[in-house]
């Protein structure tokens, strides 16, 4: 596994994160889901202008904690996005990692970073919505505790989440 740093975004990184997105959203849900659903959702989460008018808002919007950036030297490998919109309830909205990436501990340091975020703004539980009945993700967040039925996952939280299980 290899060492990452992770981050908050800086607005000149908005295009890297579009494009990572939409990269991840195609390849994650293209077998799964029709291309006008893919389509959809590419066009709904990797607008830059939302991006960079998120990144520049960090703290500055009720319950948005921001965009956070896994980075390998100069290149975003992987992207998140979270918040706490009610009162002890976190929310993770978006989280992706590079396809020539996956399985290399990114995605867990960016749930680990955004989970910390949380927890510092007094988040007790922890959730994500997924895009499918048959959403290729959901191992991932099984491992890391979240359960639940349908598209939408939780997990409790505490000040050390903990590790992925077998």
């Known amino acids: 596994m290899h060492v990452v740093e992770v981050r908050s975004a800086m607005l000149a990184e908005a295009p890297a994160i579009s494009r990572l997105l939409a990269e991840a959203i ?14 959809q959702l590419v066009s709904a989460n990797c607008s830059l202008a939302q ?19 896994a980075v390998d030297g100069e290149r975003v490998i992987g992207a998140a996005a979270g918040g706490v ?23 867990a340091s960016l749930l680990a970073a955004a989970t910390d975020r949380m927890l510092e703004h007094d988040a007790k539980r922890q ?10 993700t959901e191992g991932f967040f099984r491992r890391y505790g979240f359960d639940g039925t349908d598209r939408r996952l939780k997990r409790a939280l505490r000040a050390h989440p903990p590790q992925p299980g077998p």
């Open 26 to 39: 195609r390849g994650t849900y293209t077998d799964v889901l029709s291309e006008s659903a893919v389509q």
């Open 51 to 69: 991006i960079k008018a998120e990144i520049g808002i960090p703290g500055g919007a009720p319950g948005w904690l921001g965009w956070l950036v």
């Open 85 to 107: 919109p009610t009162a002890g309830e976190g929310e993770l909205y978006s989280l992706c990692t590079a396809p020539d990436r996956r399985g290399q501990g990114v995605g």
């Open 127 to 136: 959730a994500v919505n997924l895009h499918s009945e048959q959403d290729p």
